[in-house]
């Protein structure tokens, strides 16, 4: 019994921590958190981001808010529950494969002022994620849901398939809590669930359940193959990378089917 209990403590605390780590929500802070293995809970912390947007578009749809400016919020919401994390890592990326010296790419990525190309990729990524919200009218809560699990579960496996190249930087630890293909399938397997759940509460909506299952796969693998191939290798800014445009890349190709 005491065993279980440990367990189910570090699995609390564990996503307690990788709440903190990856949100700016107003949690309490809780002493002696470990924070080296918050990136095997990601997946979980992208669905209970999709929790909350769900419950504020709802919200929003019952003040009879307008739907573009209903989306826009959405969006600004989204992005300020990750304190712009991801879309910072999407920035300094797109500043990194700017430059076309491949040796400096790195250095670029480090500094801290944003570029010109790194401001055009946030806006491309803020206008897409508005836009295709507002072209999606079915099955929105599973959706957001899913786009939130899917971008993740991308990082994951980013993290794991995929060299660091910095040893030194931040996200370094990640690389080393990542360290089997094992830690892929509680979020996968999870994923899948929540899709089958959609689907028997919703048969008519099957396409968009198996269109975000195939998409969600699909895209986290191609994100970060694409940044490996550009980089050889990722670090902790084509993580958010990763999670930013596969994000944004579903969301845009769902709206064919709402």
């Not at 947007?53 to 929003?60: A, E, M, P, R, W």
């Not at 019952?62 to 959405?74: C, D, H, Q």
């Not at 989204?78 to 990194?96: E, F, N, P, V, Y």
């Not at 002022?113 to 507002?134: C, E, N, P, Q, R």
Request: net charge neutral; glycine share 10%.
């Amino acid at each position: 019994m005491k065993t279980v209990w440990q367990w189910w403590y570090k699995l609390v605390a564990g996503l307690y921590a990788s709440l903190c780590f990856y949100t700016s929500l107003p949690l309490p802070y809780l002493p002696h958190l470990d924070f080296q293995f918050v990136s095997r809970f990601a997946p979980f912390v992208g669905l209970l981001i999709g929790l909350i947007l769900i419950t504020t578009d709802n919200l929003l749809a019952l003040l009879n808010v307008s739907n573009l400016t209903r989306n826009a919020l959405v969006v600004m919401i989204w992005l300020g529950i990750t304190g712009g994390l991801h879309l910072d890592g999407a920035m300094d990326t797109a500043d990194g494969l700017a430059v076309t010296n491949p040796e400096r790419r790195l250095e670029v990525m480090a500094d801290s002022a944003t570029g010109a190309f790194g401001a055009m990729v946030a806006i491309a990524i803020l206008l897409l994620k508005t836009f295709s919200l507002s072209e999606i009218s079915e099955s929105r809560g599973f959706i957001l849901m899913a786009v939130c699990g899917w971008g993740r579960w991308g990082q994951v496996l980013a993290i794991w398939r995929y060299p660091y190249l910095k040893p030194a930087g931040k996200g370094a630890f990640h690389k080393q809590a990542i360290d089997s293909a094992g830690w892929l399938w509680p979020g996968v397997l999870v994923l899948i669930l929540i899709s089958i759940i959609h689907y028997v509460l919703n048969p008519t909506s099957h396409r968009i359940s198996f269109a975000t299952l195939v998409m969600g796969i699909a895209i986290a693998f191609i994100t970060g193959a694409w940044f490996n191939y550009k980089l050889q290798g990722h670090t902790g800014d084509t993580y958010g990378a990763v999670v930013e445009w596969t994000e944004t890349l579903m969301l845009c190709g769902l709206t064919t089917l709402t």
